[in-house]
């Protein structure tokens, strides 16, 4: 999926990055409208932050593409939860770490 979504970038002009807690909270609600391009840029502009947070604390690529991966989907899937109580991005941190914990706590031994 994170493979697919860096290979549409080169096509689209998604290079500029959302910056301000407005401009997420404006691509989150035309995401959870069904604005597909709106979902895209949201996770092409936190692929990278899920991807290396995962990488620090697991150790290992593959480890880090699953998990980076795994997050990001969770993200997807509860974006209409985001209740705007914090910063976009504090949300996510906060998932991708508590799944990390739980991922790092149940995998083998060379992610611990």
Known sequence: MVEN????????DYHM?????????NWIEKAVAGDKEALERIVLNLQDMV???????????PDAEDAAQDILLKVITHLATFRGESAFTT????IATNHLIHYKSTCSPRCR
Do not use: Q
């Open 5 to 12: 979504l860096r290979s549409n970038c080169s096509r689209r």
């Open 17 to 25: 990055e959302i910056k301000s807690n407005e401009e997420w909270t």
């Open 51 to 61: 991807f290396n947070l995962s990488l620090r604390m697991l150790g290992t690529f």
């Open 91 to 94: 949300w996510v941190f906060r």
